[in-house]
């Protein structure tokens, strides 16, 4: 099992950036996809943004394609999740997954396709 830390997430004004981090220990090396998830209150988990190392391949929620990008540093066994331009409705706690399987661009949005979770960390976004 792979363990997930997030961090980065904070309270940011409307307009604002962050940049949030999930690093990877334990049985790390075996996983080829990462994503990103939010769930806000009473509301079920999305899907944000993936990447996936063994396809080369990424993809993005149309809510915040333009504004988040997602990235990998293989050495720091880390994916990042840079935010811009933040807005109220991207308030929300921030869950990073790993997942072993060979994610394609149409299947990393699949929370099902991931393995392992980490705890999540809360973003705000605020006027």
């Known amino acids: 099992q792979e363990q997930l830390t997030e961090s980065g997430g904070g309270l940011v004004q409307i307009g604002g950036s962050l940049k949030l981090s999930c690093a990877a220990s334990g049985r790390t090396g075996s996983s080829n996809a990462c994503g990103w998830f939010r769930q806000a209150p009473g509301k079920e988990r999305e899907f944000v943004a993936g990447i996936s190392w063994a396809t080369t391949s990424t993809a993005y929620a149309d809510s915040v394609k333009g504004r988040f990008t997602i990235s990998r540093d293989k050495a720091k066994k880390t994916v990042y999740l840079q935010m811009n331009s933040l807005k109220p409705e991207d308030t929300a706690v921030y869950y990073c997954?790993?997942?072993?399987?060979?994610?394609?661009?149409?299947?990393?949005?699949?929370?099902?396709?991931?393995?392992?979770w980490g705890q999540g960390t809360q973003v705000t976004v605020s006027s």
């Open positions: 997954a790993s997942t072993r399987k060979p994610l394609s661009i149409s299947t990393l949005s699949d929370l099902y396709e991931y393995d392992d």
